[in-house]
Structures are given as C-alpha cells and as structure tokens.
C-alpha cells in the first residue's frame, strides 16, 4: 500500500515505543541520505555531494528502503487523491513521473520493483532529476509520482 499523502508521515510511522517515551527508530540523516540519492540519481555523485564514502551510504540507503513507506502525489481531483492508501495495482492505468532514466535512482528501481510485484510495469510518461519538478508535473496533471 502506498501513503496517499506526501509530507513527513514516515517518522510518524517509524516510532518505536518504550516504557514511559517514544523514541524515533529513523534518524533524519538517514532520510538526508535517500533525498540527496533521489536528486542525483546516482550513488557516487550523492556520496561526493555528502562528503562521505559510497559503500556506506549504499549500506544505509538498503537499510532505509527496507523500511521506508513510498508515498504516491496525485494531482488534485485524481480518482485515487481522497483515499487513504492506495495499493500499487491501482495505478496500472496511470501515466508515470520518474527520477531520469539511466541515472540508477534507487527511487526507480523501488517503483519498478513494487509495479512488477503487483503485475505490471510501469508506463512512464515524463521524468526528471528533481522530485520538485516531479511534483510540478503531477499538479498539472500529467500523471503520478512514486516518491520517498
């Protein structure tokens, strides 16, 4: 199931509870890590931009994927936007805004991964480096972004 609503829902849902407090069990420099990931597209160049070694940040985006939530943007009156989640075979009719092709977005592979499982591939309709740019595309109606 995907979140239908883009904000910062994931720490919400990562909150582990302890006897007399709650304790956050994601780190926000993990999420500084995927973000950074997604707009470059590309492990070495995220890596160099957050002055640290590739292997460790591929480690901690893996980590981070295997628990991480994706959520979809849908433009706004799209037939999907009032629920609260959508499941991935919900979007086979849709046209796909993706990270840019052949830049090894751990996003993309992601996307795929979850349209392959649930029995299809995804058709994509416009992409971009930059998830602003994607959101752009998705309030002006020109399909549905997958994202972080």
Known sequence: MLNTKYGPTLLNQQRTERPGRSRCSLELRHLRYFVVAAETCHFGQAAERLQMAQPPLSQQIRQLEAREQLVVAL????????????????????DFIMYTAGSRSVVNDAVIRACRAAGFHPR?????????????????????????
């Open 75 to 94: 433009p706004e009156g799209h037939r999907l936007a009032a629920t609260e989640s959508v499941a991935v075979g919900e979007l086979r009719i849709e």
């Open 124 to 148: 994509i309709a416009h992409e971009s480096a930059k998830t602003s740019t994607q959101l752009s595309l998705v309030a002006a109606g020109l399909g549905v972004a997958v994202l972080p």
